[in-house]
């Protein structure tokens, strides 16, 4: 199938993409490095096959996702259909990564910084999601990556709890018990966590037989407190699974973050490097941009403060699998252990926090000429980030993803310098701040969905 793929390679798809490289795949689908916009930048690629049956129901789901926003999800950037040859496929196109775990794994396991990075992170992107409605579906470590300086998820498998997984003939070891007969759910994500957490500890993504009584043999190996997490993730019955803030509730008390990056290299070709987990481990292969930005502080969940009675600690959930009771999940109130969580900003210095945040008081939309609207498949989406001052007026603008077409951009560069925002306050003075502008460029009209990114 290699050889079948990789002829389509410097082909054009949509008229706008072009195909780099073959970079895998399997019988009904393949993802390529592609190029788009001017000045060109990398993409993903990915084809399906356009079965009639789900053809719209996929492309539908990729849409839904295409509007979500989280620092640590990969974002969508446009989907659609094309010929490829004489042959209908649907397409979904995404941020670049040059590596995922799953590449890294083979030579060696994370270790416990490393693991608990990843774990927190992924566990932002999971409550960001369950509190938008919706489920995964498909985590397990080809599916986490990283851009930048960013640890990201892909997102090309976000549906809502119930729906059933496309493109995807057998269920694997990633997948939940239930998921044949209960579809997708945030119970099943948890249990796709737990396998991820026990194979990038152990190098293998195996439960054991165990499955089978209900009762999973995870290896005693695992350090605390990642056995107790992937034992309780990995419950047969989803009802007695740990949820996001479960989990994030025994990882108190957070570690203090480091003063300074530790930054380590890795190449796949090279055994003796660490792990490129991204803001824990900076500077390394393990991105798919050269790494321009100074190192920023490690994200972490937020979480309330521990109580100083000791009598008042919250009590580990045993470690008995075959009880029902010893499963219980840590509490969720202040005078037991921790809250439910929501995905939190990453850490700034106290002195430029802002008390009250920004808002836009004026925005305006880029007219764009029905013609050129004709032209659009799916969506266009361009990032603009812009700067401004402590009088809500933008000074400084520039692309921070172009997308497919130089002529949408320059409509979002231009447009974005014409907005106007009531400035944030830090000690109840206004500040500066920073915004992306994300355009979503339609047939039928534009949306624009702004976030404060600094302070």
Request: glycine letters at 8%; hydrophobic letters at 35%.
């Amino acid at each position: 199938m290699t050889d079948a793929w990789k002829q389509w390679e410097g082909e054009v798809i949509d008229g706008r993409f072009r195909l780099l490289q073959f970079l895998g795949g399997s019988d009904h689908s393949a993802v390529f490095l592609a190029e788009a916009g001017a000045p060109a930048h990398k993409v993903a690629l990915k084809f399906v096959d356009a079965n009639p049956a789900t053809a719209q129901l996929q492309l539908s789901r990729w849409e839904r996702a295409a509007k979500l926003s989280h620092r640590h999800l990969l974002q969508i950037l446009q989907s659609g259909r094309c010929q490829l040859g004489r042959a209908t496929m649907l397409y979904v196109v995404s941020e670049f990564a040059q590596e995922n775990l799953s590449q890294i794994l083979p030579n060696r396991p994370l270790n416990q910084t490393e693991a608990e990075y990843m774990l927190r992170s992924v566990l932002e992107v999971l409550a960001y999601l369950h509190g938008q409605g919706l489920a995964h579906g498909r985590l397990k470590p080809g599916n986490i990556l990283a851009v930048s300086e960013e640890l990201k998820v892909s997102g090309d498998s976000i549906s809502r709890p119930g729906e059933r997984p496309l493109g995807q003939a057998q269920p694997t070891v990633y997948d939940p018990p239930e998921i044949t007969t209960s579809g997708l759910s945030p119970a099943g994500d948890v249990w796709s966590l737990g396998v991820t957490l026990v194979e990038v500890l152990t190098q293998h993504a195996s439960v054991g037989d165990g499955i089978r009584q209900g009762d999973l043999a995870l290896p005693e190996s695992l350090p605390a407190p990642f056995l107790e997490i992937a034992r309780q993730c990995l419950r047969l019955d989803p009802q007695r699974r740990w949820t996001v803030p479960d989990i994030a509730a025994r990882l108190l008390p957070p570690s203090a973050p480091p003063k300074q990056k530790t930054s380590l290299r890795y190449g796949i070709a090279a055994a003796v490097a660490g792990i490129i987990v991204v803001a824990v481990l900076a500077g390394s292969k393990y991105t798919n941009h050269d790494l321009q930005s100074a190192p920023r502080s490690q994200p972490t969940i937020a979480q309330p403060k521990a109580p100083e009675n000791p009598e008042n600690q919250p009590k580990t959930p045993p470690a008995d699998a075959n009880a029902a009771k010893n499963s219980t999940k840590p509490d969720a109130t202040n005078n037991g252990t921790g809250a439910p969580i929501s995905p939190p900003s990453p850490p700034v210095p106290s002195a430029s926090v802002a008390k009250v945040p920004g808002s836009v008081t004026e925005q305006y939309l880029p007219p764009v000429s029905r013609k050129s609207r004709d032209t659009i498949t799916g969506k266009v989406r361009v990032g603009v980030k812009v700067g401004v001052d402590a009088s809500g007026k933008v000074v400084k603008s520039s692309l921070a993803s172009p997308g497919p077409s130089r002529y949408f951009a320059n409509l979002a560069l231009d447009a974005s310098r014409r907005w106007k925002f009531t400035p944030p306050q830090a000690n109840g003075e206004p500040v500066s701040s920073e915004w992306i502008l994300r355009f979503y460029f339609g047939r039928q009209g534009t949306e624009v969905h702004p976030t404060q990114t600094a302070p």
